[in-house]
């Protein structure tokens, strides 16, 4: 009887991989050696999974401080309670991260010899729980290197016991109103800022320091991402999160998303500065050297060698330039552009659990009304700039026009808005102050719904931060957040 890496390297594999792949993505296979596909419906055996244990164990084995080992690989991502070289906080967020799975791609390949293995990725929209290949502490009567409790020496705590995901953080709604964003800045995250000057100045060129500024959350990163970090518990809320396989699976399917928003008709970029950017030596070879990726290699997962199994066609690029103008100085929070109208608030005081910060932004007379107290047309977003918070504030829920809101509204309110983690600390990044992190909130779909329940103002609005605390303090008050100022735009 064959081993089980003896199976793996069985060239009949690749058959197995390829066989559920469904018609709309054959032409794409075709040009694609390797096919990502959801462990949600994934057997425990599957020759993927399998592979991928058979890697974990085997980079686990090495010694701590071996080049190739997983702690290694890891630690390009985080150690402890600070990130590593990882890219987050800005636009360089997706294709990074594309990279950094990409290695680990190559390296399972390396190491188990199926060439054609592909990393599975979580749909944790219709999967609120972990997938169980990675929850089950054993898997044929050895323990199951995919499972990470993620208590450790190193003080990190454990697992969410009976995760599930809230539709506030990975519900259909919540991914519609994260997937119909058609502006990459405001989809993924901004470009980075140079902070040392007023007004802030946007990246303006491909030198190496630009990885090392932040610019403005976007949807996908500030929610989904975040939160399913934050609430996973143990290594994957802490920068040192890819020590968990977990971090894997969850990064492929945060991947698979900007892949479909794609496929969707939505471009990236088209600046030189994002395109040109090369990270320089982020990433290690199977023999423990390290190479450079630049994002426009990583711009086509087709190119790439890999597809996703649930994408059945691909709509030509659009892009808005003159949008695309109106978010960038927006989110800079640098100049004037035509069209854009923009309204600045001050006046911050710190939010506690027990009293949300309540921000009064008139409507009337403000350049922010559509006329006659009606909602202006267009798309209304909120930068909530350079936040700072407490240890224990984990996150915060933004919501309009609820004067009582606190940790007790639930996010079904039709004036909650939106939830949003921290990951990490809001500011520590690569054992450096990178300054405080800035939030994009689109209002639009929570005013419209409360206009037309009756329920918003013709001349005031009022927009609502509350804080959210880790766990073990939740509900005792403790902790506060403040930003320095918000600026409400219409674009």
Not at 251 to 266: E, I, M, P, S, Y
Request: aromatic letters at 8%; a neutral charge.
């Amino acid at each position: 009887m064959l081993s089980r890496r003896a199976l793996i390297r069985n060239g009949s594999i690749a058959i197995a991989v390829v066989s559920g792949v469904i018609p709309g993505v054959r032409n794409a296979v075709a040009r694609a050696s390797r096919v990502r596909r959801n462990v949600n419906a994934m057997s425990p055996d599957d020759p993927d999974l399998m592979a991928l244990r058979d890697f974990v164990e085997q980079m686990r084995a090495r010694p701590a401080n071996h080049p190739a080992g997983w702690r290694a690989f890891a630690a390009l991502h985080g150690e402890g309670n600070e990130f590593g070289i990882c890219q987050h906080q800005n636009w360089f967020f997706l294709p990074w991260h594309r990279g950094y799975l990409e290695m680990y791609e190559r390296a399972v390949a390396a190491l188990t010899y199926q060439h054609s293995f592909a990393l599975p990725y979580w749909d944790w929209t219709t999967l609120r729980g972990f997938p169980p290949a990675f929850s089950a502490p054993a898997y044929r009567g050895r323990p199951n290197a995919l499972y990470s409790p993620g208590s450790d020496d190193d003080g990190h705590g454990s697992r969410t016991p009976n995760l599930f995901l809230p539709d506030s953080s990975v519900g259909p709604e919540t991914m519609r109103m994260v997937m119909a964003e058609t502006d990459f800045e405001l989809f993924a995250s901004s470009r980075p800022l140079d902070r040392s000057v007023t007004p802030p100045r946007p990246q303006d060129g491909t030198d190496r320091a630009w990885l090392d500024r932040i610019g403005t959350f976007g949807k996908l990163e500030a929610t989904p991402h975040n939160q399913v970090h934050r609430q996973s518990g143990g290594f994957m809320a802490t920068p040192a999160s890819a020590r968990d396989p977990l971090f894997q699976v969850h990064h492929c399917n945060v991947d698979r998303l900007w892949a479909h928003w794609n496929a969707r008709g939505n471009a990236n970029p088209d600046d030189a500065v994002w395109r040109d950017m090369a990270f320089p030596d982020h990433f290690i070879n199977p023999d423990g050297t390290r190479y450079t990726r630049t994002v426009r290699d990583m711009l086509s997962t087709t190119a790439m060698g890999y597809v996703y199994d649930d994408i059945h066609y691909a709509s030509p690029a659009v892009r808005d330039a003159t949008r695309s103008e109106r978010v960038r100085i927006l989110l800079a929070g640098s100049g004037k552009a035509p069209g854009l109208r923009q309204l600045s608030v001050g006046r911050m005081r710190a939010a506690r659990a027990d009293a949300s910060l309540m921000l009064d932004v008139p409507l009337s007379g403000s350049g922010l009304s559509g006329g006659d107290g009606q909602l202006p047309a267009g798309t209304i977003i909120a930068v909530i700039r350079e936040l700072q918070a407490d240890a224990g504030v984990q996150g915060m829920r933004v919501f309009v026009n609820l004067e009582q809101a606190g940790n007790q509204v639930p996010d079904s309110d039709p004036h909650f808005v939106a939830s949003i983690a921290f990951l990490g600390g809001t500011h520590v990044h690569a054992g450096q102050d990178r300054g405080l992190p800035s939030f994009a909130v689109d209002l639009t779909a929570t005013l419209r719904g409360l206009a037309a329940r009756g329920l918003l103002a013709s001349d005031r609005l009022t927009l609502q931060l509350v804080p959210l605390f880790a766990v073990d303090i939740e509900g005792d008050g403790h902790g506060t957040l403040m930003p320095a100022a918000v600026d409400i735009g219409v674009l």
